[in-house]
């Protein structure tokens, strides 16, 4: 039977887990990234919407997205490589964000913004036209399903107004993107294994070990690191630290529905990323002069858990109710006969929030619950991540002494301890991908 060793192992090569790697292997770890598919950003990273926004309603929320939003800038240099299958960029829109009774009329966001120096337009409904074609402002708050009364009626009051970032995009390709940091972890001499199914956790003096490959392969280390996505949880199962945690994570299943602009219109090039809480639902432009629509979880939505190896592939009801509410805002929107676009899955936390921490077996790390918001975070995240392990692994005491780590773009000193997987949880939370 074969034996290796390294100096941390990687279970999963999305974006999250390649960056980790790539800050790894800059400290000098010799790395292993192993993943059961058969590439790098071939799991949920995907399917990946890939919208880089700087809107959240915490501080720290906004802190993290726009530090992540200066390694997008910069990303060739961030990764000193030129990927010879392509570099991923960043393409920028603006965002538009409805104020909404469901997101407090965004008082939360704005403050956040403000804090941070992030520049925003307040906008007027009348001024919101200019950002979409030939919109009805008009709110259907609280948002139905389709088979309910009233679906698609308007409510009476209008939307009164939302709020406008310049600063907000997306990434042409986030499979693409993955790809290119698995190149610049190979040129740091870090190693790949796809096909490789992790079916077990070593563990030797009360700390992890390396992990066992469904071939019975065995690799040691003595870093070992979940980032599996929607597969967290079957991973810290293995592990045996599940149960230590208060904040759990689970596989939600997602729909997201791509259609055509309305005629004459040019989204792919003109349109900007909207957040319409009051419909619930989230869209951007999408290549083929396409609008993507995504949900924001509206309370009406029942929410489906699933196990993230056996799942509907198939689209249901919900991305066509997800259209229809995009053409309440837009009437001249088509709709479809046959519905388009990617069925995935989030790895979702008891309160949508990531968790960014040790965990209670030592050498085990945990980098997931990631709830559909932190791929725009994974440059930063893996930057982080490397230096928490560093921190633990010298003898520091995370749960006691959270380490705080300082930004590299921006002033600002995070306490990664806000990312604790024993938390209370964060009732400050949309709940909703939002986050
Ligand atoms: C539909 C959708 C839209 C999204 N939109 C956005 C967005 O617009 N903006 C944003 O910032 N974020 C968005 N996200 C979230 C973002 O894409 C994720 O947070 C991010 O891609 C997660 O990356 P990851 O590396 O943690 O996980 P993943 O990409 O899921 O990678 C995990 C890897 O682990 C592997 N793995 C699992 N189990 C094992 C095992 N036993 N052995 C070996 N390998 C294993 C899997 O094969 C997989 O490749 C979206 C997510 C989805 C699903």
Not at 64 to 73: I, M, S
Not at 178 to 184: D, L, Y
């Amino acid at each position: 039977m074969t034996e290796k060793r390294y100096d941390a192992i990687i279970i999963g090569a999305g974006i999250i887990g390649n960056c980790i790697s790539y800050e790894l292997a800059r400290k000098g770890y010799k790395t292993l990234t192993v993943d059961k598919l058969s590439g790098s950003g071939f799991g949920s990273t995907a399917g990946s919407c890939a919208v880089i926004r700087l809107y959240y309603s915490t501080p720290e929320g906004v802190a993290l997205a726009r530090e992540g939003y200066y390694y997008w800038l910069d990303w060739p240099r961030y990764l000193k490589v030129d990927d010879p299958d392509g570099m991923a960029y960043y393409k920028n829109t603006g965002a538009m964000v409805f104020k909404s009774e469901v997101n407090g009329n965004l008082k939360n966001v704005k403050k956040s913004l403000k804090s941070l120096g992030v520049g925003y337009l307040d906008l007027t409904p009348e001024e919101m036209k200019q950002y979409l074609p030939n919109p009805d402002l008009s709110s259907f708050y609280p948002q139905k399903t389709m088979d309910e009364e009233g679906f698609g009626e308007p409510t009476g009051d209008s939307i009164n107004g939302a709020v406008y970032l310049p600063e907000s995009g997306y990434i042409s390709d986030p499979k693409q993107s993955t790809h290119n940091v698995e190149t610049a972890v190979r040129n740091r001499g870090g190693d790949f294994m796809f096909n490789a199914e992790v079916t077990d956790i070593l563990k030797k003096d009360g700390r992890a070990a390396g992990v066992v490959l469904r071939d019975g392969t065995r690799i040691h280390a003595p870093v070992v690191i979940n980032v599996a996505g929607p597969h967290s949880a079957i991973i810290n199962r293995m592990a045996g630290v599940e149960e230590k945690m208060k904040i759990k994570t689970r596989a939600l299943r997602v729909e997201v529905a791509h259609v055509p602009s309305p005629e004459g219109v040019d989204w792919e090039k003109d349109g900007v990323i909207t957040s319409d809480s009051d419909t619930g639902v989230y869209t951007r432009p999408e290549t083929g002069n396409h609008i993507l629509i995504g949900s924001e979880e509206p309370k009406c939505d029942p929410l489906e858990y699933v196990d993230p190896d056996d799942y509907n592939p198939d689209f249901t009801d919900q991305a066509k109710t997800q259209i229809m509410r995009e053409a309440m805002r837009i009437p001249d929107l088509p709709i479809p006969n046959k519905t388009q676009g990617i069925v995935d899955l989030y790895d979702l936390s008891d309160d949508w929030y990531p968790i960014y921490d040790k965990s209670d077996l030592p050498g085990f790390y945990l980098a997931i619950g990631t709830s559909g918001n932190q791929y725009k975070n994974a440059p930063v995240v893996g930057n982080f991540m490397s230096e928490l392990i560093q921190y633990c692994e010298s003898g520091n005491d995370h749960d006691k002494n959270p380490f705080q780590y300082d930004m590299k773009y921006i002033n600002y000193r995070l306490n990664i301890g806000f990312f604790s997987r024993n938390r209370e949880i964060n009732k400050e939370s949309s709940f909703s991908v939002i986050g």
